[in-house]
């Protein structure tokens, strides 16, 4: 997605995002749609409750039971890496092992672009 004069531009690292948006309905999908272009102007503007600090630079953005995890980077870029439906208070340790993943992955491109060739 590109953004619009004075917006953030989104990525979504291997598409994991939109497959959890595809997979959506009805208010779910609605919120993390909407969720998505709040952050898209505010980008690190944005603060609680809709938008949380998990640590180490990776986010969630958050509404009733949708989450979808993010992370900033260079150039008012910020990378969506995936998402869920929360049913309990913590993010299962499995799900935030997997983000990390994801996470170091698209910070080491970062570092990549950054050394060049």
């Not at 983000?99 to 080491?108: N, T």
Request: net charge positive; charged share 35%; proline share 4%.
């Amino acid at each position: 997605m590109r953004a619009g004069e004075g917006n953030w531009i989104i990525d979504d690292f291997e598409g994991h995002a939109q497959e959890f948006i595809s997979g959506l309905t009805g208010r779910n999908k609605s919120e993390a749609v909407a969720l998505i272009k709040i952050l898209e102007e505010k980008g690190n503007q944005m603060h609680g409750p809709r938008s949380k600090p998990l640590g180490d630079g990776l986010f969630e953005l958050r509404k009733n039971q949708v989450r979808v995890f993010y992370v900033f980077r260079p150039g008012r870029r910020i990378t969506l890496l995936g998402g869920m439906i929360k049913k309990e208070d913590k993010i299962p340790a499995d799900v935030l092992e997997w983000l990390r993943k994801l996470q170091r992955k698209v910070l080491g491109m970062d570092s990549k672009e950054e050394r060049g060739p």
